[in-house]
């Protein structure tokens, strides 16, 4: 098998898929753009030992993950990797029981890096909390704790745009 | 309705929503398969390296405890220089007025207009004693669009011998730079206010890298603000100041491969940072919060011109085969650049290319006025 073998076609079927997992985890498709180019690049870097794992994607999600939270970490990414800023944040609608999503998609932006990974892999990736740990190289724990701040912050976050409107949430 | 729930809505929407690009797949295999021949230089690097210190028990000193494409060796910063008294000596033009000869000749272009000047003596190359085969003409005007620096710079193997000029946009009052010991000096730039100049500074003939120097152009007082300490194969750093004249960025190439990134470094010196990784040609907006840049730096396939906020937002102007020498206009609305063959100019809002002129890069004289550099 040569080098490349397959990679075009691996691109072609998956880029969507991780393109929009990639904005989730960026909150910016520009980022999201750079992020995914970047783990493709790698993954055909690697593609030789890729190409021949069960979950091809699973790596490239593993690799996009890892960058935007080890960019957290990392001063020298900071210049490209700073979140967005929502100076204006919308209020619920005042008659509506359920949450607005232009309430709390700005908030699960304003998420640290690492806990809006867990929520991202959690609620859309739909992963156990075992296979969000392994995605993230940390004990299962790790992700209960960071899961559970994160739905606290969400939750107060909720909760401070309510004061200013009606909106509700359980 | 449990949080749980909303959320795995919201994320379903948003994703859906999202608006996905389509992936430039020659660009994703050029780009693996640089970073391919990068780790596996990257290995043997790290071999020599290990050899290298074992032999001179040398610890390996780590910046700022990051080490990927950072340079090599100890990046500090040396105190000022004594003044190179006097800075500038007047110089004669060698000859007259030239023919406005497009591709060959410098000329000034009025964008409004179309009308093609011949630069003035003392702004063209051959007027000073620096044309030749092979030599590329570097122009950057002042921000009262009254003096010009002009310099050259010779494609490998590099003659030795380039030097500094500037003169009044009239060619009048032309002067040569006089730089601190027997260095070449490259890619010259003009501070915001105009008292100070950054360029870099190296021994002509080889690929060693030399330094940035920030002088003063009245006493002639020069700071090295960073010294590279090793040689690259592509060693021009094209320094630029921020617009509010308390920085320096420029572009450094990785090592062992091709490709650069853009970094920041106080015009007082000390550690540089890395601002941008593959990037290559920056340029600050007026604004002095957007950073004009071109990638990817390997300049081996589609490249774009990028405007990055500093605040992780970036945005793409326009997209092309090759781009060089990008120039932002004085109120930031154009940024002009050459593909090799043309100087093109796109607008910055809405991404419109207009093809301009033939040659080979153009410096702003004012917001509709370009000078024009020939192919070397």
Redesign the interface.
């Known amino acids: 098998m040569g080098a490349?073998d397959g990679?075009?076609e691996f691109?072609?079927a998956r880029?969507?898929r991780l393109?929009?997992?990639a904005?989730?985890l960026t909150g910016?498709?520009?980022?999201?753009?750079?992020l995914l180019?970047?783990a493709?690049?790698?993954?055909?870097?690697?593609?030789g030992r890729v190409s021949r794992m069960d979950a091809p994607e699973a790596y490239v999600r593993k690799l996009m993950t890892n960058v935007v939270i080890s960019a957290r970490r990392?001063?020298?990414?900071r210049?490209?990797?700073?979140?967005?800023?929502f100076p204006e944040r919308p209020l619920p609608s005042p008659d509506s029981?359920?949450?607005d999503?232009a309430v709390?998609?700005p908030l699960?932006c304003a998420l640290p890096e690492r806990q809006r990974a867990v929520?991202?892999l959690r609620?859309?990736e739909d992963l156990s909390e075992a296979d969000t740990a392994d995605v993230l190289g940390c004990a299962v724990g790790t992700i209960k704790s960071q899961s559970h701040v994160a739905?606290r912050a969400?939750?107060r976050g909720l909760d401070a745009t309510s004061l200013n409107g009606q909106g509700a949430?359980? | 309705?449990?949080?749980?729930q909303?959320?795995?809505?919201?994320?379903?929407?948003?994703?859906?929503r999202?608006?996905?690009?389509t992936?430039?797949?020659e660009?994703?295999?050029t780009?693996?398969?640089?970073?391919?021949h990068r780790?596996r230089v990257g290995r043997t690097g790290a071999g020599a390296l290990v050899v290298a210190l074992l032999a001179t028990g040398v610890g390996l000193m780590a910046w700022?405890g990051?080490s990927d494409d950072r340079p090599e060796g100890r990046v500090g910063t040396v105190g000022p220089s004594e003044p190179v008294s006097p800075s500038w000596l007047p110089v004669t033009p060698t000859a007259g007025p030239q023919q406005a000869d497009h591709g060959v000749m410098p000329f000034f272009l009025d964008l409004a207009t179309g009308e093609r000047t011949a630069v003035p003596a003392g702004l063209a190359p051959d007027t000073i004693g620096m044309s030749g085969m092979g030599t590329y003409v570097n122009y950057d005007v002042s921000s009262d669009g009254r003096r010009v620096l002009v310099s050259t710079c010779h494609s490998y193997p590099c003659s030795g011998t380039d030097k500094v000029f500037a003169a009044n946009v009239d060619g009048s009052d032309l002067r040569e730079l006089r730089l601190p010991g027997a260095l070449s000096g490259y890619h010259p730039m003009w501070s915001p206010d105009g008292t100070r100049i950054v360029y870099q500074a190296r021994s002509g003939g080889t690929n060693r890298v030399g330094s940035l120097v920030v002088q003063d152009v009245e006493s002639g007082r020069s700071n090295e603000v960073v010294h590279f300490p090793y040689e690259l194969s592509w060693w021009v750093l094209f320094p630029s100041f921020s617009p509010d004249g308390r920085s320096i960025v420029f572009q450094l190439s990785h090592h062992g491969s091709p490709g650069s990134d853009v970094w920041s470094v106080p015009v007082t010196g000390g550690d540089p940072?890395?601002?941008?990784?593959n990037a290559a040609w920056p340029a600050y907006l007026p604004d002095g919060r957007h950073l004009a840049f071109v990638e990817p730096s390997d300049g081996t396939h589609r490249q774009r011109i990028r405007i990055?906020d500093?605040?992780?937002?970036?945005?793409?102007v326009v997209a092309q085969g090759e781009i060089r020498w990008p120039t932002v206009s004085p109120n930031g609305a154009r940024i002009a650049f050459g593909n090799g063959d043309s100087v093109r100019v796109v607008d910055v809002s809405t991404g419109r290319v207009v093809t301009v002129a033939r040659g080979e890069s153009a410096e702003w004289l004012d917001d509709h006025t370009l000078l024009v550099a020939p192919h070397p």
């Open positions: 490349d990679f075009v691109v072609s880029w969507s393109f929009r997992l904005y989730l910016d498709r520009t980022n999201a753009e750079d180019q970047s493709m690049e790698r993954t055909y870097a690697r593609w990392r001063p020298s990414w210049h490209e990797w700073l979140r967005d800023d029981d359920v949450v999503h709390l998609w699960v929520i991202v609620f859309y739905m969400l939750r949430h359980s | 309705v449990s949080l749980d909303e959320l795995r809505s919201l994320l379903q929407d948003t994703a859906e999202c608006e996905v690009t992936p430039d797949v660009a994703l295999v780009g693996g398969r640089s970073l391919r780790q700022g990051q940072t890395l601002l941008l990784k990055a500093g605040h992780g937002d970036r945005r793409t």
